[in-house]
């Protein structure tokens, strides 16, 4: 008896000290499986890496304390797929420097040494075969976001281009409708300062319709033209986030898919936004030297033109960054740039002297710029306290 005892409790020992070993096993591999796939897919998850949530603290403790349980365990920590040079701050830096020598390059030298000439000429086909010129230019930022990504071997990943209306809806819609309904707040608040300045009939419009058209001198019916354009304003009003949509992505997916994300890893969200808003403004410098935007009889010209440029792009650059970064997606900045694009002077055309570039009802004036202001300022503010963690990268 004392023997089958004795055996009893021999077995009893080596059972309670399996199952503790298979206790002490099993966590390891059940975090070997949940580390693997999150390391592995969330590098081509991400549109922009730092991009697709805002808050991640938690998930990214969980996943530092797994790796440091591995470590002590001496389990082999799982090396994720890495784009090449995204870690390397050296690369990334050459990146940024490579996007702005060839998109401020390729656009300045175009623009001085052949569109501003064919523009100052004053020959009709010239100045129009400028004006088509000054629009393809738009896409220059795109070319070279294109261009560096192939030479450096970055390849198209985190650009940005899905399309997660569902899961982002309000902000796919204010970035079809918003800045259409900012801009016409903008005149709104214009013409409530300027009431006498406010023409329903176009007056000023119909005068150089009547200037510009082929057959000059002869009688118009004003009434008709008037109604005709009004009911196209209605139309833009639902589709301008549309009209100049090809322009409009080929600055966003330069200044904000590809230098807003460099600039955020590097600097953090604050410069990064000020930053390539800034950018932005200043690549349409030659431009402004010629009046094409802010005009040329004001006092400071052309420096104070181009610093209002600057300060507009950055003003808009921060709604477009707030986009791009809430959703991760550059959809609703292409939207949105759009319609400011195709909506900036069509309310100075209801004015008796043209309106002011400098004041308003375009939205780059001063009063007609306060709604964009107000909005830039909230977003500001939101991403300035809910800054987006640069992922698991090393910056």
Same mark, same amino acid.
């Given at each position: ?102 998109? =401020? #390059? /390729?656009? @300045? ?9 064919? &523009? $100052?000429?004053?020959? !009709? ?123 409009? =992505? #080929? /600055?966003? @997916? ?9 600039? &955020? $890893?590097?600097?953090? !969200? ?126």
């Amino acid at each position: 008896m004392a023997q089958l005892e004795k055996k009893s409790d021999a077995i009893s020992q080596e059972e309670t000290q399996l199952e503790v070993e298979n206790a002490n096993e099993q966590p390891i591999l059940d975090n070997s499986e949940e580390t693997e796939p999150s390391e592995e897919g969330k590098v081509e998850s991400d549109a922009f890496d730092i991009t697709k949530k805002f808050k991640h603290n938690q998930v990214s403790s969980m996943k530092q304390g797994t790796g440091k349980t591995l470590q002590q365990q001496g389990r082999e920590i799982p090396k994720k797929r890495e784009l090449i040079g995204v870690t390397d701050k050296k690369m990334e830096t050459k990146r940024i420097l490579y996007f702005l020598a060839l998109c =401020f #390059g /390729v656009t @300045w030298i175009s623009e001085i040494f052949a569109i501003i000439p064919m &523009y $100052r000429s004053g020959e !009709a086909e010239l100045v129009k075969e400028a004006t088509r010129m000054i629009s393809q230019m738009m896409l220059t930022p795109a070319f070279a976001t294109l261009m560096i990504r192939l030479v450096t071997r970055e390849g198209l990943a985190k650009s940005g281009f899905q399309f997660n209306f569902f899961e982002h809806r309000f902000l796919f819609l204010f970035g079809w409708f918003g800045m259409t309904i900012l801009t016409v707040l903008g005149a709104a608040v214009y013409f409530l300062i300027f009431p006498d300045n406010f023409d329903p009939n176009m007056t000023n419009f119909i005068a150089s319709y009547n200037q510009g058209a082929p057959d000059a001198g002869a009688s118009i019916d004003a009434v008709n033209v008037v109604a005709a354009y009004k009911t196209d304003l209605l139309i833009k009003f639902f589709t301008a986030a549309a009209l100049d949509a090809i322009n409009s =992505f #080929g /600055v966003e @997916w330069g200044f904000r898919a590809y230098l807003l994300p460099k600039l &955020y $890893r590097k600097f953090g !969200a604050v410069p990064a936004v000020l930053l390539s808003g800034f950018a932005s403004g200043l690549w349409y410098a030659p431009l402004v030297t010629i009046g094409y935007y802010y005009g040329d009889g004001n006092v400071g010209f052309p420096v104070v033109n181009i610093i209002a440029m600057c300060i507009f792009g950055m003003v808009t650059g921060i709604i477009y960054s707030f986009l791009s970064l809430q959703t991760g997606s550059i959809f609703p900045a292409v939207f949105a740039h759009s319609a400011v694009n195709v909506l900036m002077s069509q309310a100075m055309l209801f004015t008796h002297d043209g309106g002011n570039f400098f004041v308003g009802p375009s939205p780059t004036g001063i009063l007609s710029g306060l709604p964009f202001i107000i909005v830039a300022v909230l977003c500001f503010v939101y991403i300035y306290k809910n800054p987006i963690p640069s992922s698991e990268e090393k910056v």
